[in-house]
């Protein structure tokens, strides 16, 4: 089992930064490949980003170059640094873990953590 628990969220100003993490316990960090999903009301959870075992990331067009996953594996922790924000990334946002990348990709982690809200204002 992996444990996921997420932190940073709150609410920031159109063209703010925010800095999410998610620090995991149980097996072996390392070994994991980590992401980012989201939900905002009434749409269905949507694919942030992944980072792999190797450090190799992945981002939807929708927040490429403006969000950035990074991992620390001797704090068990994985972030995701979000900048130039905007109204529509106004979400739930929650960390996952899976040991392939593609699952998590694909939106079929094994691990969800319980979310953090972000609220962007216009």
């Known amino acids: 089992q992996v444990q996921l628990v997420e932190s940073g969220g709150g609410l920031v100003q159109a063209g703010g930064s925010l800095r999410l993490s998610c620090a995991a316990s149980?097996?072996?960090?390392?070994?994991?490949?980590l992401g980012w999903f989201r939900q905002a009301p009434g749409k269905e959870r949507e694919f942030v980003a992944a980072i792999s075992w190797s450090g190799n990331s992945y981002y939807p067009d929708s927040v490429k170059g403006r969000f950035t996953i990074s991992r620390d594996n001797a704090k068990n922790t994985v972030y995701l640094e979000m900048n130039s924000l905007k109204p529509e990334d106004t979400a739930v946002y929650y960390c996952?873990?899976?040991?392939?990348?593609?699952?998590?990709?694909?939106?079929?982690?094994?691990?969800w953590g319980q979310g953090t809200q972000v609220t962007v204002s216009s």
């Open positions: 149980g097996r072996t960090f390392s070994n994991y490949a």
């Open positions: 996952a873990a899976d040991a392939n990348s593609a699952a998590i990709r694909l939106g079929r982690p094994n691990y």
